[in-house]
């Protein structure tokens, strides 16, 4: 029967989509509410909804590997004897993916004695027997062996894109075969690192193909050693034993005991309430509602870890989740002028209230505020309506301005920075202690997620009414608060504030356990004005120059458009790497070992380019072209788009809960990725202007902040004498690791130190050097042990870092911000190198966050007292801006290098360059 007689079978192998579902979220893994890494369930969750929905089988199974010993154990105890251990959250994953799969009503296969692939191949063959079509769903490329023109691997694609499928002339084009059997002889002969199958020494696949090419199988190549020539042949006699043995544990064997019963692999309807159930516990909200399961909790998440020393996951119990229907509540309406002066009268007599503000949008230059609602007891909120009319709503304003006003009144909120921005629309300053819950989160779990949906479910067990609930989802129909009818949106507002308050009070214990108390009073909490200050400043932005400028950058890009075509000898499209990739692999064959994508292109992306641009000017012709075309798309043109129409200023919004190290990141623009690096980059800054003709612009940098923390934190006498003594650091640590006088330090042996200097915060490794400066790996290793023999104290403290962070789960910076670290002690390399390289990073590049933090907190304090005109309007990592009143100039320049210069002393001298003028680009 045909496959469209829905004869028509998938085989899933379960370990090879659960490692590749884990390792492709492994810089950003999921994470749910209790701490449970999802990754792994995600993937294979995903990838089976894939299957089903777009190859509709009528019949499927997945096969598991058994822990058991097999068959090829006994032969070679070798085998596999290499492989890491299964990463722990890898581990803890594979009890719910059973339960995953069972609930998608798919049967589990496994046979003891024999791997997954060993039994989806004797099924595979069985079901061709029978008239089926069978696909192998698999990333390995082993079960190449048993395509036929029945059976297909079916590999998985990347990022949700479309899956690879490969039938006999794939595999015959992929190894360069004529028969999908010596795909073994080639595994026998390259052998396979990933399962310790020897092969025969200095055999790799591209010599393994031209063997079974000429000779067509291992025996005939045994059979003609005659015809072999040199080492080849010296290593394939001595080694026969052994490249035997090793076809013989590539085979995968077709006759397990096991019958193919193709009734009980029937696809069955899903198992719809155990799917929710589980689908709940884990938070995959999407797929609940994807899948039609019922309604879902209003949670999902994205998050990279939990607090060091939690318990064992287990599954929670099913205790339902209260909500604003279940729990006893006292939500009051205030409409009058009476009722607000009761409010007020109330609020003055508290030591802390909370506040929250519903607006029209999320643009603080324009939004207009539709109510307030604020509590000061548990269970109970008070919601302030104003009119659409704009002085109508001021006049209520003007009523609450000593409210908000009052220094000696804590006020709560749950993103403050956005409601403090709202209220300065209205001339209302908030002062007075701030208590953020959701920095207080990110201070206590860095790693996680901070929205007060989350936040509610995980501390109070409270599902809260959620915002599409009253204006809709994303989208051209959905409505502002202004159109919530008064009851409903009473009801959500006081609920925000009501809730918000209980999680401060959940939370405030924990920034005491957490040892943070200090950093969230002294720093997060006094930085949120000072942040606020300067998004409503913003930036101008000269438009006219960015368009005269789009216009240079198009001729550019055409121009190099031709070079590039000239160069390749033909037309193409140019941005198209499809077509790019032949050009230079085939035609001018700059790399003749180029990898190829899943899809079978050439690979060109950036640092595949950037590896061969010595070989062909071609390349960096290309790496030009590209780099231009996202600096017009991405700011030239974008840029002006975004400038506000009321305030004629383009204004950012910092992220102060982002990143786990402490640093700053900066959204709708992100200023802080305007390029720097590249002349055309630099002449984007010349768009960034001073406010008119009475302002200039000016800019203070910290100099090589990172590598002077790194020195302090290590107390390098080398490092610490080099910098004290304002010497060139790059220029000596080139001659220390050159053995060569500072004065025959050439500019190469310059940019080799900077590039080691700045790598080794960040843990590069031999492989990631020589990659980076384009240098053979044995010269980027010498470079770094070089390195460490002559600052012997840098190597002490990575390891005093690593040893910490496994004996005490986290590491901190020098104000006592902490980064967790729950991977530290993980049996897998892979996982426990990432976080050993966070380990000695975060205390450095958290503590520069640190600081910059502290300078800039102090400068707007002293701004504030100074009565200055002068505002500070950017941050951009190590670098301020302000917008300086001219006749200022000289007061602020002073004041900003003493702030920044003298905020800490960490035992080496921070140094700071700064310069006015009239752009940004001149003035940095």
């Known amino acids: 029967m045909s496959e469209s007689g829905q004869q028509k079978l998938f085989l899933l192998d379960a370990f090879a989509l659960i490692y590749r579902s884990y390792f492709a979220f492994i810089r950003n893994p999921r994470f749910n509410s209790k701490g449970l890494n999802t990754s792994a369930m995600l993937g294979v969750t995903n990838t089976i909804i894939q299957v089903l929905e777009k190859e509709n089988p009528h019949y499927i199974g997945v096969v598991f590997d058994v822990s058991a010993p097999t068959f090829r154990h006994e032969m070679f105890k070798e085998y596999k004897a290499h492989r890491e251990e299964m990463p722990e959250d890898l581990r803890k994953s594979i009890p719910y993916i059973r339960k995953i799969i069972e609930a998608f009503n798919i049967p589990i296969?496994?046979?003891?004695?024999?791997?997954?692939?060993?039994?989806?191949?004797?099924?595979?063959?069985?079901?061709?027997?029978?008239?089926?079509?069978?696909?192998?769903?698999?990333?390995?490329?082993?079960?190449?062996?048993?395509?036929?023109?029945?059976?297909?691997?079916?590999?998985?694609?990347?990022?949700?894109?479309?899956?690879?499928?490969?039938?006999?002339?794939?595999?015959?084009?992929?190894?360069?075969?004529?028969?999908?059997?010596?795909?073994?002889?080639?595994?026998?002969?390259?052998?396979?690192?990933?399962?310790?199958?020897?092969?025969?020494?200095?055999?790799?696949?591209?010599?393994?193909?031209?063997?079974?090419?000429?000779?067509?199988?291992?025996?005939?190549?045994?059979?003609?050693?005659?015809?072999?020539?040199?080492?080849?042949?010296?290593?394939?006699?001595?080694?026969?034993?052994?490249?035997?043995?090793?076809?013989?544990?590539?085979?995968?064997?077709?006759?397990?005991?096991?019958?193919?019963?193709?009734?009980?692999?029937?696809?069955?309807?899903?198992?719809?309430?155990?799917?929710?159930?589980?689908?709940?516990?884990?938070?995959?909200?999407?797929?609940?509602?994807?899948?039609?399961?019922?309604?879902?909790?209003?949670?999902?998440?994205?998050?990279?870890?939990?607090?060091?020393?939690?318990?064992?996951?287990?599954?929670?119990?099913?205790?339902?989740?209260?909500?604003?229907?279940?729990?006893?509540?006292?939500?009051?309406?205030?409409?009058?002028?009476?009722?607000?002066?009761?409010?007020?009268?109330?609020?003055?007599?508290?030591?802390?209230?909370?506040?929250?503000?519903?607006?029209?949008?999320?643009?603080?230059?324009?939004?207009?505020?539709?109510?307030?609602?604020?509590?000061?007891?548990?269970?109970?909120?008070?919601?302030?309506?104003?009119?659409?009319?704009?002085?109508?709503?001021?006049?209520?304003?003007?009523?609450?301005?000593?409210?908000?006003?009052?220094?000696?009144?804590?006020?709560?909120?749950?993103?403050?920075?956005?409601?403090?921005?709202?209220?300065?629309?209205?001339?209302?300053?908030?002062?007075?202690?701030?208590y953020d819950t959701m920095i207080a989160h990110y201070l206590i779990q860095p790693d996680m997620k901070h929205g007060l949906d989350l936040l509610c479910l995980q501390y109070l067990n409270y599902e809260k009414v959620p915002t599409e609930n009253l204006i809709g989802k994303k989208g051209k129909n959905q409505i502002t608060m202004r159109s919530v009818p008064t009851e409903k949106l009473m009801d959500y507002a006081c609920e925000d504030a009501d809730l918000t308050l209980q999680l401060k009070n959940a939370l405030d214990p924990e920034l005491d356990k957490a040892e943070v108390r200090e950093l969230f009073e002294t720093m997060e909490m006094p930085l949120i004005p000072v942040l606020a200050s300067m998004e409503n400043a913003g930036v101008k932005l000269n438009s006219e120059e960015l368009n005269a400028y789009a216009v240079v950058l198009r001729q550019q890009i055409i121009q190099l458009e031709k070079e590039i075509i000239e160069l390749a000898g033909e037309e193409f499209n140019v941005s198209s790497?499809?077509?790019?990739?032949?050009?230079?692999?085939?035609?001018?064959?700059?790399?003749?070992?180029?990898?190829?994508?899943?899809?079978?292109?050439?690979?060109?992306?950036?640092?595949?380019?950037?590896?061969?641009?010595?070989?062909?000017?071609?390349?960096q012709k290309v790496l030009d072209f590209r780099g231009l075309k996202k600096l017009l798309s991405t700011y030239v043109e974008a840029l002006p788009l975004l400038v506000n129409p009321k305030t004629g200023k383009i204004h950012t919004s910092y992220n102060q809960a982002i990143a786990a190290t402490g640093r700053l990141s900066s959204v709708n623009p992100n200023l802080q990725n305007i390029p720097i690096r590249t002349e055309n980059g630099r002449e984007l800054r010349k768009a960034f202007i001073p406010s008119d003709d009475e302002h200039t612009f000016f800019s203070a940098d910290y100099s090589q902040i990172e590598l002077r923390i790194m020195a302090a934190l290590s107390e390098d006498e080398e490092m610490l004498r080099a910098f004290n003594e304002n010497k060139d650091i790059h220029a000596i640590t080139a001659s220390k690791i050159y053995q060569v006088p500072l004065s025959e330090v050439d500019s190469d042996m310059r940019r080799k130190a900077k590039t080691a200097n700045f790598g080794i915060i960040y843990g590069i490794s031999a492989f990631g050097l020589s990659q980076r400066l384009n240098i053979p790996r044995t010269e980027a290793k010498e470079l770094i042990d070089g390195y460490f023999d002559n600052f012997p104290k840098i190597k002490q403290f990575m390891d005093k870092q690593i040893e910490l962070a496994r004996n005490q789960g986290y590491v901190q910076t020098i104000k006592g911000r902490k980064r967790y670290l729950n991977d530290i002690n993980s049996a897998n390399a892979v996982v426990r190198g990432m976080a050993e390289r966070n380990a000695i990073n975060a205390p450095i590049q958290g503590s520069a966050a640190d600081i910059i933090k502290l300078a800039m907190i102090n400068i707007h304090r002293k701004m504030e007292e100074q009565n200055l005109k002068s505002k500070m309007i950017l941050q951009v990592h190590d670098e301020l801006n302000f917008d300086v009143y001219k006749p200022e100039l000289e007061q602020v320049q002073k004041l900003v290098k003493t702030e920044m210069e003298q905020v800490v002393n960490i035992g080496v001298q921070l140094t700071v360059e700064s310069n006015a003028a009239d752009n940004w680009l001149d003035a940095h």
Request: proline letters at 5%; hydrophobic letters at 35%.
């Open 109 to 434: 296969i496994e046979k003891a004695g024999f791997e997954a692939d060993d039994v989806i191949g004797t099924l595979a063959k069985k079901a061709e027997k029978e008239g089926f079509t069978t696909y192998m769903m698999t990333p390995d490329k082993d079960y190449a062996q048993l395509v036929s023109d029945n059976i297909f691997m079916f590999k998985p694609g990347k990022a949700g894109g479309d899956a690879e499928i490969w039938g006999l002339p794939e595999v015959q084009e992929s190894f360069g075969i004529e028969t999908a059997e010596q795909v073994i002889d080639i595994l026998g002969l390259m052998g396979d690192s990933a399962d310790n199958i020897p092969g025969c020494p200095g055999v790799g696949p591209k010599s393994a193909q031209k063997l079974i090419a000429e000779f067509g199988s291992i025996d005939g190549i045994y059979q003609n050693t005659d015809k072999l020539k040199g080492k080849q042949k010296e290593r394939l006699i001595e080694n026969e034993e052994q490249v035997r043995l090793s076809r013989v544990l590539a085979t995968i064997i077709q006759d397990v005991p096991i019958e193919f019963e193709k009734e009980k692999l029937i696809r069955e309807e899903l198992k719809k309430e155990e799917l929710k159930k589980l689908f709940e516990e884990l938070e995959f909200r999407t797929l609940i509602s994807r899948l039609n399961l019922g309604e879902a909790p209003q949670l999902e998440m994205n998050m990279q870890g939990t607090l060091f020393g939690t318990p064992e996951v287990a599954a929670p119990e099913t205790k339902s989740t209260e909500n604003i229907n279940s729990v006893p509540h006292q939500y009051y309406l205030v409409e009058n002028e009476m009722q607000r002066a009761s409010l007020r009268a109330e609020l003055s007599v508290q030591n802390e209230f909370c506040f929250d503000t519903e607006t029209t949008g999320l643009d603080t230059q324009i939004a207009e505020i539709v109510c307030m609602s604020f509590a000061f007891r548990e269970h109970e909120a008070y919601c302030v309506t104003l009119p659409k009319e704009r002085s109508e709503a001021q006049m209520i304003m003007n009523e609450f301005r000593e409210i908000f006003a009052d220094e000696k009144v804590t006020k709560i909120g749950q993103n403050l920075k956005y409601d403090i921005e709202i209220l300065s629309n209205y001339n209302i300053p908030v002062k007075g202690p701030l």
């Open 577 to 619: 790497p499809k077509q790019l990739g032949p050009i230079l692999f085939e035609k001018l064959q700059l790399d003749n070992k180029a990898k190829k994508t899943k899809t079978k292109q050439y690979s060109t992306a950036e640092e595949v380019l950037i590896r061969l641009v010595d070989r062909h000017p071609i390349v």
